[in-house]
């Protein structure tokens, strides 16, 4: 039976600069990749033409909008990378004494 009263180690909580960055900068990345990859076979009109023809999209802005969809995406990817990795030692603490 694990004892949970007895604290353990574990490093101290990492600065906010420092944990926003390892979300947004690494999906930042993918959503560049991702953009490259999917841009390179699908074009921007074409796909406005299929989805909203009556909106006034130049390649430009329907570009700026699948990456930032893409931006969105691999973000959540990542935030939810690292609530799964947070240390369990700061979510399993003894109940109080009744």
Not at 62 to 74: N, P
């Amino acid at each position: 039976m694990t004892d949970f009263s007895e604290r353990r180690l574990e490093h101290a909580p990492r600065p906010l600069a420092q944990r926003l960055g390892a979300i947004v900068w690494p999906s930042f990345f993918a959503a560049g990749v991702a953009t490259m990859v999917f841009f390179a076979f699908v074009d921007p009109l074409m796909l406005r033409d299929a989805t909203f023809p009556d909106l006034p999209l130049t390649r430009e802005i329907g570009y700026s909008i699948g990456f930032f969809m893409f931006w969105l995406a691999t973000a959540s990817s990542s935030l939810f990378t690292w609530i799964l990795l947070r240390p369990a030692s700061r979510f399993n603490r003894a109940l109080p004494p009744d």
